[in-house]
């Protein structure tokens, strides 16, 4: 049996056409205003600014579509599961449901999705499409309250302890698409290498994370489904 952990970034949903946030062309790179906005701070003080900045992220969703990189986690977790090879968990930064739309399930979502809304008064949560109003009523408690259900700067990510759980019984963690510079996601990887994970990265420009012991470096979409092909083929500790 063999367990495995996944953690997805940016750069997995990059080949989609949704923009990364950090490196060339990143969101942050781009305006730094914008990752002050996407704050617990710049909600409170800007929540129009916000809300605005959202709805056209989640507008622009409906314009891309899940790349073979994520149909290949997809097909991976299905064949995984059926045939009892252990246990596989994917978790994501990314707040998109590419995941889920190439047929990924039990997505773990550590920073939110765009396609829910988050009520700031009694912690529901409800599906969302299109444009979120500010103050746009709860249908459970009925406060003006609802919000983005995405963790902005400054607040707390989800299935925090969970994933550190799972982390430290993988036995082998891959990270896609990610500059493993926000913690606490990126303090996963360590957590794996510690516990003796084979710990993979898949990234056209290697992070240089001293706790990954093997680097695919390309594009997510080219590496990703010939590591879901190595590890079905059975090179399950190393496939190398
Ligand atoms: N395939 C694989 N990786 C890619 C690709 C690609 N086609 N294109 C870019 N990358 C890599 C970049 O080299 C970079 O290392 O994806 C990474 C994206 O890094 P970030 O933009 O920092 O994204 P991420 O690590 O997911 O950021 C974490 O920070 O800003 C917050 O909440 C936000 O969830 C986000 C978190």
Not at 11 to 30: H, K, V
Not at 137 to 161: I, K, S, W, Y
Request: net charge negative; glycine share 8%.
């Amino acid at each position: 049996m063999t367990d495995l952990v996944f953690l997805t970034g940016a750069g997995i949903s990059a080949e989609s056409g949704l923009a990364t946030f950090r490196g060339e062309g990143g969101l942050w790179e781009e305006d730094e205003d914008l990752r002050a906005l996407c704050s617990a701070e710049g909600l409170a003080a800007q929540p129009s600014n916000v809300h605005a900045f959202y709805d056209a992220r989640r507008a622009q969703l409906r314009e891309v579509a899940p790349n073979p990189a994520h149909v290949a986690l997809a097909q991976l977790q299905e064949r995984w599961i059926r045939e009892a090879r252990g246990t596989f968990t994917l978790a994501t930064m990314n707040s998109d449901d590419l995941h889920e739309r190439a047929g990924s399930r039990e997505v773990l979502h550590l920073h939110g999705t765009l396609f829910a809304a988050l009520c700031a008064e009694c912690g529901n949560r409800v599906g969302w499409e299109g444009e979120l109003p500010v103050r746009e009523d709860c249908p459970a408690c009925d406060a003006p309250a609802l919000r983005p259900d995405v963790v902005l700067f400054g607040e707390t990510p989800r299935h925090r302890h969970a994933l550190e759980a799972l982390a430290t019984k993988a036995d082998i963690f891959i990270a896609i698409g990610t500059s493993a510079s926000v913690h606490p996601a990126a303090r996963l990887i360590g957590l794996a290498r510690a516990n003796g994970a084979v710990t993979i990265e898949v990234n056209p420009a290697p992070t240089g994370t001293a706790d990954i012991l093997h680097v695919l470096c390309g594009p997510a979409s080219e590496e990703v489904p010939r590591l879901v092909r190595d590890l079905l083929a059975g090179a399950h500790a190393v496939p190398f």
